[in-house]
């Protein structure tokens, strides 16, 4: 698997045809912390020799507690647990339980500079939404209604407040709310910055030096993958060509899941120079900010027009908002 790692980083940088600052690197997907650390670090020191990578590159690897050993969490310096509750874990398919969850974090010491905080959603062709809408085997289960939702939402951000996790985006909170704990590869993501994937089932967004902006999909099973990277010297299944229009309602999106919102700035550099002004109708906007559900940002370093955001209201029917802002959009 390693060279077949090796092989798709070849080909997704060929893709950008460029050489460019690489300042993040994500291991995500499954559980890559089965893997040796070496592995991960040989996979490191091959995007070093092949890219130019920041000396302060945020490096993060997802895991799961029993995949872990205590000896292996002092290379792996990040840990993520999906639930405290034994029956939910069951349910999810996860092999730990709570007890072990607990130790993990115990092992981890905890020192978090920022959280990552979100509810399970069941979607459409997955193992976990067939098993819940037809061989439930966890009765207790029951999905919650919008009130109980809404006050999970409040709670978690009080309780996030009180231990000084200020929130940043919409599931993401960073210790003092200070930008320097922020998580560096998710900030990209919403910022509209590019980002490549390589490995089974992974996604990427690029611009190339003609400016246009490709979303990109690897194949999805392993041994599929590994089989096309030594045939084809890519693991990639497909990409597309992004419009001008989806690039700009992608960016909008994703602005609007944090507390900055909508940077007039930002907008212009990933968009190829559109102006957030021609592209949104600010009356539109007029209802949800008499209404305190968005705030107008009219700042003095502001080069191109004025920026909007959410308000902590507006954060948390985000979906619905940024929907009728988009519907409008042309």
């Known amino acids: 698997m390693l060279n077949s790692f090796k092989i798709d980083i070849d080909g997704a940088l060929f893709d950008i045809n460029e050489r460019r600052m690489v300042k993040s690197i994500y291991f995500?997907?499954?559980?890559?912390?089965?893997?040796?650390p070496e592995t991960i670090k040989q996979i490191i020191d091959y995007i070093c020799s092949k890219s130019a990578v920041d000396k302060e590159a945020e490096i993060t690897l997802e895991c799961n507690p029993t995949s872990v050993e205590l000896d292996k969490l002092k290379s792996f310096r990040e840990a993520g647990l999906q639930s405290f509750d034994d029956s939910y874990l069951k349910f999810m398919g996860?092999?730990?339980?709570?007890?072990?969850?607990?130790?993990?974090?115990?092992?981890?010491?905890?020192?978090?500079?920022?959280?990552?905080?979100?509810q399970l959603t069941l979607e459409r062709g997955t193992p976990l939404f067939k098993q819940y809408f037809t061989n439930n085997v966890v009765p207790k289960?029951?999905?919650?209604?919008?009130?109980?939702?809404?006050?999970?939402?409040?709670l978690t951000i009080e309780t996030a407040e009180r231990n000084d996790y200020l929130q940043?985006?919409?599931?993401?909170?960073?210790k003092g709310g200070y930008v320097k704990n922020r998580?560096?590869?998710?900030?990209?993501?919403?910022?509209?910055?590019?980002y490549i994937g390589v490995g089974p089932g992974a996604h990427g967004r690029y611009t190339d030096p003609y400016s246009i902006r490709y979303r990109s999909f690897r194949v999805l099973e392993p041994n599929a993958w590994m089989s096309q990277c030594e045939q084809m010297q890519t693991g990639c299944k497909k990409t597309e060509k992004l419009s001008q229009l989806e690039t700009n309602k992608e960016?909008?999106?994703?602005?609007?899941?944090?507390?900055?919102?909508?940077?007039p700035e930002l907008f212009f550099e990933n968009s190829n120079g559109c102006k957030l002004e021609d592209f949104i109708d600010f009356n539109t906007l007029d209802h949800f900010v008499t209404h305190g559900y968005?705030?107008?940002?009219?700042?003095?370093?502001?080069?191109?027009g004025r920026g909007f955001k959410a308000s902590k209201k507006g954060l948390k029917?985000?979906?619905?908002?940024?929907?009728?802002i988009l519907e409008a959009c042309n």
């Open 183 to 194: 998580s560096m590869h998710n900030s990209f993501y919403w910022n509209g910055t590019d």
């Open 317 to 324: 029917v985000i979906d619905f908002i940024t929907k009728r």
């Open 28 to 36: 995500g997907g499954g559980t890559p912390s089965l893997s040796r």
């Open 141 to 154: 289960l029951k999905l919650k209604s919008e009130e109980e939702l809404s006050d999970f939402w409040d």
């Open 294 to 304: 968005l705030e107008i940002i009219e700042e003095k370093d502001y080069k191109f």
């Open 94 to 118: 996860r092999d730990h339980n709570r007890e072990l969850s607990l130790s993990s974090l115990t092992a981890c010491d905890l020192g978090a500079s920022q959280l990552s905080l979100y």
């Open 251 to 263: 960016l909008i999106l994703f602005a609007l899941r944090t507390i900055e919102g909508a940077v």
């Open 168 to 174: 940043y985006e919409i599931s993401s909170f960073a």
